[in-house]
């Protein structure tokens, strides 16, 4: 699924794609496809474009029926810290509210359509 930002947008450089797990977990999604059968996301810049790469009932599926995909997604970009940036998991609220800039507005956008991805699957 591709995700086509406004003209005006502007998505950072550093931007990461955000992924909740079935457990509650935030996960940085990879940048290029890892494996088939993964989730993972393309980010452009330059186009303003975001491209999921969802999989039916993987560990980000938090609705088992097949067919039907429920996996909230954010924006975010990495916060300078000791430990190297964005933790690969945790409570997951921090991670994605310190995305810094207009990033907000983003992921008020982004949590709005998660729901409508729901019904396209790969």
């Given amino acids: 699924m591709t995700l086509q930002f406004p003209s005006t947008a502007e998505i950072f450089t550093d931007v990461v794609v955000r992924k909740l797990d079935k457990f509650s977990y935030w996960h940085t999604l990879p940048s290029s496809q890892p494996a088939i059968d993964t989730?993972?996301?393309e980010v452009?810049?330059?186009n303003r474009t975001i491209t999921l790469h969802l999989v039916d009932n993987d560990e980000f599926d938090r609705?088992?029926?097949i067919g039907v995909i429920d996996d909230p997604v954010a924006l975010a970009v990495p916060v300078?810290?000791?430990?190297g940036g964005l933790p690969d998991s945790g409570a997951g609220t921090?991670?994605?509210s310190n995305s810094g800039g207009?990033?907000?507005a983003?992921?008020?956008m982004l949590s709005g359509l998660w729901w409508l991805r729901r019904r396209f699957v790969r």
């Fill in 39 to 41: 989730t993972w996301a």
């Fill in 44 to 46: 452009d810049v330059a």
């Fill in 63 to 65: 609705d088992p029926r």
């Fill in 80 to 83: 300078p810290s000791a430990g």
């Fill in 94 to 96: 921090e991670a994605a």
């Fill in 102 to 104: 207009g990033a907000g």
């Fill in 106 to 108: 983003w992921l008020f």
